[in-house]
């Protein structure tokens, strides 16, 4: 598991406070695409019954995937 790019996003990029979910729903609300959106809701509340970051940083790399393909 610890090999997945979004494990890999996680260790890089997501902050190491509390405020991840925050950060990852500050992300969505500026990318403004409703797919984002629900992704970054999912993600925390898959986070906040985890622990586990890389349900923020598959967000993160959704959003990157869908700005692409903007």
Known sequence: ???????????????????????????AADHRDEHVIKFADTA?????RSGNPEALAAAHVAADLIDAAR
């Open 1 to 27: 598991m610890g090999s997945s790019r979004a494990a890999r996003i996680a260790a890089l990029v997501l902050p190491k406070t509390a405020a991840r979910g925050a950060v990852l729903f500050e992300r």
């Open 44 to 48: 925390v509340d898959s986070f906040e």
